[in-house]
């Protein structure tokens, strides 16, 4: 497995807590680095998982960010993955111990595609006692994102589309996750 930073110490959580719940799991784009782009290129689409300790991006996508990807990137946003729109994800810690450390021989497509995102350098693994600031807003009027510093490097995120007219009319006047943006603020705070 590709070490990507600290993943083997999320691993290391994993294991100690294969039950462990998501505090929330949404589709986004996501890339490391604070500045946003204007459309979603330069990003890339997955899973971000919040658990107690940390903020986790899985992506199966492997192709460096840019124009050219941004066509897949749209159409991946509204497929049918494993990565649950805008739903929480019950069991996640387990799918990625199942996928990661299990002893199955025969592992699911859901597990491989968990183990193929664990594998990819394009994920990353932020510890939240790391945090030092974080950013919610929209960006031209409409499209919700977040911003993290950390002690060590930056991330930005993107809200993805929405597939129905009730989630294009949220993303345009709700709010994006507000109960789990509230708990990366409040640990952000409490890092400062």
């Known amino acids: 497995m590709a070490e990507s930073q600290h993943q083997s110490e999320f691993l290391s959580f994993i294991q100690a807590n294969p039950k462990a719940m998501t505090i ?7 890339k490391v680095g604070r500045n946003l782009p204007v459309v979603y290129a330069g ?9 107690p300790d940390w903020l986790t991006f899985l992506t199966i996508e492997k ?10 990137q749209f159409a991946k946003a509204y497929a049918e993955m494993w990565l649950d729109k805008g739903k929480e994800v019950f069991g996640l810690a387990g799918l990625i111990y199942d996928a990661t450390v299990g002893k199955q021989k025969e592992q699911s497509k859901q597990q ?14 932020i510890p939240l ?3 030092r600031t974080v950013e919610t807003g929209k960006q031209l009027g409409a499209t919700h994102y977040l911003r993290i510093e950390t002690t060590e490097r930056d991330y930005a995120f993107i809200r993805t589309p ?26 952000a705070a409490c890092h400062a």
């Open 24 to 30: 929330a799991a949404f589709s986004a784009f996501g």
């Open 43 to 51: 990003m890339h689409v997955g899973l971000v998982a919040i658990f």
């Open 63 to 72: 192709d460096n960010p840019g124009l050219g990807l941004a066509g897949k």
């Open 112 to 125: 491989r595609e968990i183990r193929e995102a664990m594998e990819n350098p394009q994920s990353f693994f």
């Open 129 to 131: 006692r790391l945090l």
């Open 162 to 187: 929405e597939r129905s007219l009730f989630g294009a009319l949220d993303q345009i006047f709700g709010d994006w996750h507000p109960e789990a943006m509230a708990y990366l603020r409040v640990i």
